[in-house]
């Protein structure tokens, strides 16, 4: 696995984890590769906490190669499996249950097991009532199979953070922010024994 800052920062914080191994989704990855996703997934829960004073964050994943695609019909592009972070609270719940099926989980590993079959999208974050989350959503039809597998969350958490322009990585590719959460990062870990054996 690595940890990245990518281009297109919704707001500077905006983090990936991803794995080395082509798979479309997280749910495809071996049993033994979830310990690793949840140490990162750890690292960025206390960046956020330590580093920006967020108590409350959104960490998501278009598990849109689920159900075995293996590129974005639009774009082209090759799905690759990767956990997104971002320090906003955003509740994307509310959105997402009323057009899928949710399913409650307590662990990543979980998400073999739900969906290793079919796209999702699996979202670990608060709900309206600021409760902490971590929802697979799931299709209950072959059409919705499909739209799971065009979805894109960013648009839409740009648009209930309040940041419409920033919800694509292409329209919105801001390298001062990028710069700074580098910096922040590199910052936050020296002082940390986080990354220290």
């Known amino acids: 696995m690595y940890l990245c800052a990518p281009r297109g ?24 590769s979830f310990s690793e996703l949840e140490r ?21 994943e278009q598990g849109r190669g689920g159900g075995g695609a293996l590129a974005d019909a639009e774009a082209r592009f090759p799905f690759h499996a990767h956990l997104c972070a971002v320090p906003m609270s955003v509740d994307l719940h509310e959105p997402l249950g009323v057009r899928f ?4 989980i307590s662990s ?8 290793r079959r079919t796209p999702y999208l699996y979202i670990d974050g608060p709900d309206r009532h600021a409760r902490r989350r971590k929802v697979v959503y ?13 979805s894109r ?13 920033r919800g694509h990585w292409r329209g919105y590719a801001d390298d001062a922010e990028l ?10 870990a020296e002082s940390t024994a986080v990354f220290h054996h």
């Not at 905006?14 to 033994?32: D, H, K, M, N, R």
């Not at 099926?101 to 409650?104: N, V």
Request: overall charge negative; aromatic content about 10%; glycine content about 6%.
């Open 101 to 104: 099926t949710p399913r409650e």
């Open 138 to 150: 799931l299709p209950s039809t072959v059409e919705m199979s499909g739209e799971l597998e065009r």
């Open 40 to 60: 990162f997934a750890n690292v960025i829960e206390s960046f956020y906490t330590e580093a920006f004073g967020c108590s409350s964050w959104l960490s998501y």
């Open 9 to 32: 920062q919704m707001v500077e914080g905006f983090l990936a984890v991803a794995p080395y191994e082509c798979v479309g989704a997280l749910s495809l990855l071996p049993p033994e």
């Open 179 to 188: 710069a700074a959460v580098t910096t922040r990062f590199t910052r936050w």
């Open 153 to 165: 969350l960013k648009p839409l958490i740009a648009e209930l953070g309040g940041i419409p322009n």
């Open 108 to 115: 990543l590993r979980e998400l073999r097991s739900i969906s």
